[in-house]
C-alpha cells in the first residue's frame, strides 16, 4: 500500500532536514505499532535523495537489550575508526568518534542518523541521544528517532530523554490512524466491506493492509488469525523457515538459515518475511509475535535452542542476544556462561540497568554454586543497580553477599561488602545505619594486614563524618586513609581521602580546602577518575553555595557543570542543579532557578535526602511569585531531610516551611519551624551551621521568637537581627542578592524594600509589608511603574546577558553552550525577554538592545535584580 495521509509529515521532515544547513536538528516520530513509522523514515529518506546520507540503527526486543545495538548497526554502515572501536573502547570516547563521523560526513549530503524503536533502546543508547541532543547543534545533522507510544509507561527513560532534547531544535511527528474515508477508500477497491475494515484495524495501517491482503473470505478477527491463516498457504519448508525467524528479534543473518534457500524465497514471495540488511525478518513486529505465540512451549525451546548453537560460534554476536536465546531454550549452562559477560560488557558502557537485567537472569540459577563465586555475582548486581539508580535491590543484593563471605569467613570481602553497604544506607537517607556498618568495616579490616580495602574503609568514615558536619573526625580519618593509600599505592582511595580532607577543611571555613579540593580535582582529572574528578568540584561548588562564599561558587559551577556534561555524570549533575538553583535563588534570578530545579528534578525517583535543596527552591520560588498549596509538599521534603538528619538537607527544608508559613501569615507556625530546624544546626559540629543557623534565627527574629543573635550565626544574618539593617543591606546589595536585601531593608526602610518586592514580582511579601507599613501608619507608597524601575526594562541580570549575546545573533543552542545553560533555560530567558521589551521576535529584541546600550559584556552568572 502506498504512503497515505503523510504529506504533512513527509514535509515537515523535508523543511527539517533544510533547516540542518544552520546547525543539527532532531525528529521524533511516534505512533502506535503499525502506523507507518518505519515506512514514513524510508520515504522520507527515499524523497530526500541525494541531499541526504542515511544511516540507520535499530533497538531490538531482547529480554535484555543489548547495550549500544543501533551503534553497532550504525558503526557497520559509517565505517572508520566508529567502527574499529566500539567494540573495546570506553563509552565516552565511543560517542566522541560517533559525533566526529556526522560532523565530518564522507560526501556533502547531510547525514541522517535514524533511530529505530527506541522503546526497546538499552540505557546505553538513551544515554547516546542524551550526549547528541545536548551537541548537535554543534554539527549539521539530522537525528530522526521513532518509537511505539503505547510502550513507554509514565516512568520510562526515554521520557525524560525525549524532554531533555533542545525543543528549538526539536520536531516532534505524531503519526495518527488513517481516516476512515482513506480506509474506506482502500476497502472499497479491494471488494471489502469498507466500514467493517476500519472497525476491525481502527485505522491502522499496518492492519489495514494485512486485513486487505488476507485471501480468506471475510476479515480475520485478530492478526495472529490472519498471520497464521497466510503461513498455512506455505509450504513446510518455508513455514519453519518463519518459526525459526519468529524466535529471533529484529532479523535472521543469512548464515543462520544456510541450506534452506528455496524455503527462505517462497517466504519472500509470499510476503510473509522480507529481506534486511544480511538476512530477513518479519515485515512488523506484530506479525513476528503473532507467528511465535502460536509455536508450543517444546518447540519454542527448540527454536531458541538451535539458533544459540548456531550463533555461539559465530565471531562478534553479541552476548545479549545469547542469554536471549539460553534463557529462553532454557539452557542454564548457556545463561551462566553469557549472562555475567553481557552484563560486565552492558556496565562498562554505562547501561547500568541492563547489566543488572543480565545479572537478575543469571542469579537464580546459582543457587547450588560455591559461596564464593555466588559472593561475586551479587557484587557486580549491587555495583550495576546502584549505579542504576535501583539502590534498594542494590542493598539487598550486597547484604547477601555479606553473608556468604561471613558463612566464609573472609575478612577482605567482609570489610569491602560492609563499606560497600554503608554507602548505600547513606544514599537511602540512613546515616546511623551507615555509619553503624563503616565502622564495622573498619574493625573487621583491622584485624587483618592493612591494605587497599582498610584505606577505602577508612575514607568512608571520613566522607560520612564531613558529610555530617563532624569536621576534625572527619580530617582525622581522612589522614588514616591517605597515608595507608599512599603506602600501599591505591591512586583511587588517595584522591578520595583528599577530596574528604579538603571539602572538610572548608566547610569548616579554612580557605585552604579550596586550594586542596582544585588539587585533587587536577589530579583526577588527570588520571582519568572522573568521579573523583567530578565530586571535588561538586562539593567545592556546593559547600560554597552553603558558606555564602558566591563567587567561588559562581566561578565553580561555571567549571564544573560543563565538566560533569562532558562526561555524562547525571548523577552528580542533579544533586548540583539544586544547589546552583540556590544560589540563583539568592541573586534574584528565580526563573533560572526554578529552571535548575525543575531539571534536577527530572528523572528516576531518588530515595533518601539529596534532591531536597531542588525541592526547596522549586517551591520557595513558586511561593513568593505567590502560589499557594504548597504545604504538604513542603512538608515531604522536610521529613525526608529530618530522616537523613544533615543539615544541609534539613537547613533547607526547615527554611522552606519556615517562609512558606510567614508568607501565609502563619507567624506562630514559621516559628516553630525555624526552632525546629535550629535543633539541628546547632548541633556541635553541624557542617554550614553558621549559614542556615543565621537564615533560621533571622526568620525566628522576623516572627517575634528571638531578640538577639545567637552566636556563631552568618554576619548578615547577625547584622539584621541586631538592628543593623543598613550594613546587612549594604552586605547582600555587595553581592548582588536582592530578595535577601529588601528582608533586611524591611526591618528600617520598607519603601525601598518594597521597590525591590515590587520589581521582583514577590507579591506576597508585597502584600505583607504593605499591611505592615498601614498598621504602624506609614505612608504606603504605590506599585512601581516601569518608568521609575532603576532598570527601564524590567530585565534581570541574566536576561540582559541573554540578550546582550541575542544581539550578537546567536542561536539559542550557541547561548546555552556559551552561559552553560540548559536550551530549556535559554528558551525561557528569550521568551521573557521579548515579553518584557514588548517585541515579537528575536530582531526586533536585537535592535532594542542596541538602543538601549546592552552589550556583550559579562555579568555575574545567575545576574542580581538590582
Not at 539508580?389 to 556468604?404: C, E, K, Q, V
Not at 582498610?454 to 581522612?478: D, H, R, T, V
Not at 522576623?702 to 547577625?718: D, F, I, N, Q
Amino acid at each position: 500500500m502506498d504512503l497515505l495521509e503523510r504529506d504533512d509529515e513527509l514535509a515537515a521532515l523535508g523543511r527539517l532536514l533544510a533547516e540542518c544547513a544552520a546547525g543539527g536538528r532532531v525528529a521524533v516520530i511516534s505512533g502506535e505499532a503499525g502506523a507507518g513509522k518505519s515506512s514514513l523514515a524510508a520515504a522520507f529518506a527515499e524523497a530526500a535523495g541525494p541531499r541526504a546520507h542515511v544511516v540507520r540503527g535499530a533497538c531490538d526486543p531482547l529480554l535484555t537489550p543489548r547495550a549500544l545495538g543501533p551503534l553497532h548497526d550504525i558503526a557497520r554502515a559509517l565505517g572508520g575508526r566508529l567502527r574499529d572501536r566500539i567494540a573495546d573502547a570506553p563509552r565516552v570516547e565511543v560517542f566522541d568518534l560517533f559525533l566526529e563521523a556526522l560532523d565530518r560526513p564522507p560526501q556533502a549530503a547531510c547525514p541522517v542518523v535514524v533511530l529505530e524503536d527506541l522503546h526497546w533502546a538499552d540505557e546505553a543508547t538513551l544515554d547516546m541521544i542524551a550526549f547528541l541532543g545536548r551537541r548537535l547543534a554543534l554539527c549539521r545533522a539530522l537525528l530522526l528517532i521513532t518509537y511505539r507510544e503505547e510502550e513507554i509507561a509514565p516512568d520510562h527513560r526515554l521520557r525524560t530523554v525525549l524532554a531533555g532534547l533542545p525543543p528549538g531544535l526539536t520536531r516532534r511527528v505524531s503519526l495518527p490512524p488513517l481516516s476512515a474515508a482513506t480506509v474506506g477508500e482502500l476497502a472499497r477497491r479491494a471488494g471489502r466491506d469498507a466500514p467493517g475494515v476500519h472497525a476491525v484495524t481502527g485505522g491502522n495501517p499496518l492492519l489495514v493492509t494485512e486485513v486487505l491482503a488476507a485471501t480468506a473470505e471475510g476479515i480475520p478477527p485478530t492478526v495472529r488469525d490472519l498471520v497464521l491463516s497466510r503461513l498455512a498457504t506455505l509450504g513446510e519448508p518455508a513455514r519453519d523457515v518463519a518459526r525459526l525467524v519468529s524466535v529471533v528479534p529484529a532479523h535472521v543473518p543469512a548464515g543462520l538459515l544456510a541450506g534452506r534457500v528455496a524455503a527462505v524465497d517462497e517466504c519472500l514471495a509470499a510476503g510473509m518475511l522480507t529481506a534486511k540488511d544480511d538476512g530477513v525478518a518479519f515485515r512488523h513486529e506484530l506479525l513476528r509475535l503473532a507467528v511465535e505465540e502460536s509455536l508450543s512451549p517444546v518447540r519454542r525451546m527448540a527454536l531458541h535452542a538451535e539458533v544459540l548453537a548456531a550463533l555461539s560460534d559465530r565471531p562478534g554476536v553479541d552476548p545479549a542476544r545469547l542469554v536471549h536465546h539460553a534463557h529462553h531454550a532454557g539452557d542454564v549452562p548457556a545463561v551462566l556462561r553469557w549472562a555475567p559477560v553481557a552484563a560486565r560488557r552492558a556496565a562498562a558502557l554505562g547501561a547500568y540497568r541492563q547489566a543488572a537485567a543480565h545479572y537478575a537472569t543469571a542469579l537464580p540459577l546459582t543457587e547450588d554454586h560455591p559461596p564464593a563465586e555466588r559472593a561475586e555475582l551479587l557484587e557486580e548486581y549491587s555495583s550495576a543497580t546502584y549505579h542504576g539508580g535501583l539502590s534498594g535491590a542494590a542493598i539487598d543484593a550486597r547484604r547477601r553477599a555479606l553473608a556468604l563471605r561471613e558463612r566464609l569467613g573472609d575478612p577482605l570481602g567482609i570489610g569491602t561488602d560492609l563499606r560497600w553497604v554503608s554507602r548505600l544506607l547513606w544514599w537511602n537517607g540512613r546515616p546511623d545505619e551507615a555509619r553503624a556498618a563503616a565502622w564495622r568495616a573498619v574493625r573487621v579490616l583491622e584485624s587483618v594486614p592493612p591494605g587497599r580495602e582498610l584505606a577505602a574503609a577508612y575514607s568512608n568514615l571520613s566522607q560520612l563524618f564531613m558529610l555530617a558536619g563532624e569536621l576534625p573526625e572527619a580530617i582525622s580519618w581522612g589522614r588514616r586513609a591517605l597515608e595507608l593509600a599512599l603506602l600501599v599505592g591505591d591512586r583511587d582511595t588517595e584522591l578520595h581521602a583528599m577530596v574528604n580532607i579538603g571539602s572538610a577543611r572548608f566547610h569548616g571555613g579554612d580557605r585552604a580546602g579550596i586550594a586542596e579540593l582544585e588539587r585533587a580535582h587536577e589530579q583526577a582529572a588527570a588520571a582519568g577518575l572522573d568521579d573523583h574528578a567530578g565530586r571535588a568540584l561538586v562539593n567545592l561548588g556546593t559547600i560554597a553555595v552553603d558558606a555564602g562564599d558566591f563567587g567561588t561558587a559562581d566561578a565553580t559551577f561555571a567549571r564544573m557543570v560543563p565538566f560533569l556534561a562532558a562526561r555524562d555524570l547525571d548523577g552528580y549533575m542533579r544533586h548540583v542543579l539544586g544547589h546552583r538553583a540556590r544560589l540563583e535563588l539568592f541573586r534574584g534570578d528565580w526563573q533560572a532557578a526554578l529552571d535548575d530545579a525543575e531539571q534536577g528534578l527530572t528523572g528516576p525517583p531518588v530515595p533518601g535526602p539529596s534532591l531536597v535543596p531542588a525541592i526547596a527552591v522549586r517551591l520557595t520560588v513558586r511561593a513568593r511569585l505567590g502560589e499557594t498549596g504548597l504545604i504538604d509538599e513542603a512538608r515531604d521534603a522536610a521529613e525526608r531531610a529530618y530522616r537523613g538528619g544533615e543539615i544541609q538537607f534539613v537547613g533547607p527544608a526547615a527554611i522552606l516551611l519556615t517562609e512558606l508559613y510567614w508568607l501565609a501569615g502563619d507567624d506562630e507556625r514559621a516559628a516553630a519551624e525555624a526552632r525546629r530546624g535550629m535543633v539541628v544546626a546547632e548541633r556541635p559540629g553541624a557542617g554550614g551551621q553558621p549559614w542556615f543557623l543565621g537564615e533560621l534565627a533571622f526568620w525566628l527574629w522576623r516572627c517575634g521568637g528571638l531578640t538577639v543573635p545567637p552566636p556563631g550565626v552568618a554576619e548578615p544574618y547577625r547584622l539584621a537581627i541586631a538592628g543593623e539593617w543598613q550594613r546587612a543591606a549594604a552586605w547582600w546589595r555587595a553581592r548582588g542578592c536582592p530578595y535577601p536585601e529588601a528582608e533586611a531593608l524591611s526591618g528600617g526602610d520598607p519603601a525601598a524594600a518594597l521597590r525591590i518586592y515590587d520589581r521582583l514580582s514577590a507579591v506576597p511579601a508585597t502584600r505583607r509589608l504593605r499591611a505592615r507599613m498601614r498598621d504602624q501608619g506609614l505612608p504606603v507608597p504605590r506599585g512601581l511603574r516601569p518608568a521609575t524601575a532603576a532598570d527601564p526594562t524590567g530585565l534581570t541580570g541574566r536576561q540582559r546577558e541573554v540578550l546582550a549575546l541575542l544581539a550578537e545573533g546567536l542561536s539559542n543552542a550557541d547561548i546555552a553552550a556559551r552561559l552553560t545553560l540548559s536550551a530549556k533555560t535559554v528558551d525561557h530567558h528569550v521568551s521573557a525577554v521579548l515579553t518584557k521589551l514588548g517585541v515579537p521576535n528575536r530582531g526586533q529584541a536585537a535592535a532594542a538592545a542596541r538602543r538601549l546600550n546592552i552589550g556583550s559584556s559579562p555579568h555575574v552568572p545567575g545576574g542580581a535584580d538590582s
